[in-house]
């Protein structure tokens, strides 16, 4: 399968809803390549790896993390080049290794999610690894004609969460972060998320990338988001 492609420069493998395996992107720039998220598994980073292979990329140079949720975050060990995290992000992957201690957690996570059973059905140990680089608030890469900036913002979905905007193509990387936060009962934190719109609606992007649905124009997740507001 080839992966998707959204602007000149920036292609997807799209989102898989049957193992809730989220999108995983790819920024080609003249020099160097960045993926956004390392994905659910080393499955998931080979499928991915392979998708590339056949759209005639080679693999990237850097892999961006949008948060710690193992969907996004559990392949990282299996990723060629450089991972990128926030702070928050590794002090969170730092308690997921430790509980994986405990050899039953994997068990506990399949037991908890049918999605995770499905992606690990073959597998009882997890291999979890902190960044490779680790930033406060921002970091700018500039892969050659093509600029990521990877930025913290404050989500209702999670802590640690981070965005990606390229500047030349108009479009923002939103990982999970307009949704609640399923860990805490699917709660939705109204103030955050007003927060979460006011910078969206600051960026000067077309699209806007959320990693478990097709990429939608800024205005339509506007509507969406101004929707939930009111509800
Ligand atoms: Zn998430």
Redesign the pocket.
């Known amino acids: 399968m080839r992966l998707k492609k959204l602007t000149d420069n920036i292609y997807y493998d799209p989102h898989q809803p049957e193992v809730d395996r989220p999108m995983l992107a790819y920024l080609k720039g003249s020099r160097m390549s960045l993926a956004i998220d390392a994905g659910y598994s080393d499955n998931h980073v080979n499928d991915f790896y392979e998708h590339l292979n056949q759209s005639g990329l080679k693999k990237p140079d850097f892999t961006a993390i949008t ?1 710690w ?1 193992y ?2 975050t559990f392949g990282m060990h299996q990723i060629q080049g450089a991972s990128i995290a926030c702070c928050r992000t590794n002090e969170f992957l730092r308690k997921e290794q430790q509980k994986a201690v405990d050899l039953q957690y994997i068990d506990k996570l399949k037991t908890a999610d049918p999605c995770f059973k499905r992606e690990y059905h073959n597998k009882q140990s997890l291999n979890i690894v902190l960044s490779d680089i680790e930033f406060r608030e921002e970091i700018i890469l500039n892969l050659g004609g093509l600029t990521a900036k990877i930025f913290q913002t404050v989500s209702p ?2 802590e640690d969460a981070v965005c990606i905007y390229v500047p030349e193509e108009k479009v923002l990387f939103l ?2 972060s307009t ?1 609640e936060d ?1 860990f805490n009962g699917g709660y939705m934190d109204h103030r955050k998320l007003k927060q979460l719109i006011m910078m969206i609606e600051d960026t000067n992007c077309e699209f806007c990338v959320l ?1 478990h649905t097709e990429p939608l124009k800024k205005g339509e997740l506007l509507e969406y988001l101004y929707g939930i507001l009111q509800s």
């Open positions: 948060h949720h969907d996004h979905h999670s990982g999970d949704s399923f990693s």
